[in-house]
């Protein structure tokens, strides 16, 4: 069994930054080779893909946060980071991180219990 716990999350004017963090812990997996990824859920919306990481380092941003989100992972703290920069009012929601890809582009087996981003205008 894999847990993942995320913090980090606060309130920021637009403009501002944010890092979050998610450490993941558990065994029968090496966290050095896990594919991993960030999700936002907007209140009323769908949890939606941000941003991800696999196995090998690749990254990939969706379009809406491409140049202002930076995905990363310390091997050394089995910890996932997300850097938020130029953050909007449509940045706010609750963030989650999520291990394991299935095999489809976002979907992951484990998942945090997630953290809530405000960015006020």
């Known amino acids: 069994q894999v847990q993942l716990v995320e913090s980090g999350g606060g309130s920021v004017q637009a403009g501002g930054s944010l890092r979050l963090s998610c450490v993941v812990s558990?065994?029968?997996?090496?966290?050095?080779?896990?594919?991993m990824g960030w999700f936002r859920q907007a209140p009323g919306k769908e949890r939606d893909g941000v941003a991800r990481?696999?196995?090998?380092?690749?990254?990939f941003y969706v379009d809406s946060v491409k140049g202002r989100f930076t995905i990363s992972k310390d091997n050394a703290k089995s910890t996932l980071y997300l850097q938020m920069s130029s953050l909007k009012p449509e940045d706010s929601g609750m963030y989650y991180c999520?291990?394991?890809?299935?095999?489809?582009?976002?979907?992951?087996?484990?998942w945090g219990q997630g953290a809530q981003v405000t960015v006020s205008s």
């Open positions: 558990g065994s029968g997996y090496s966290f050095r080779y896990t594919s």
């Open positions: 999520a291990s394991h890809n299935l095999g489809a582009t976002w979907e992951f087996k484990y």
């Open positions: 990481i696999s196995s090998g380092g690749d990254t």
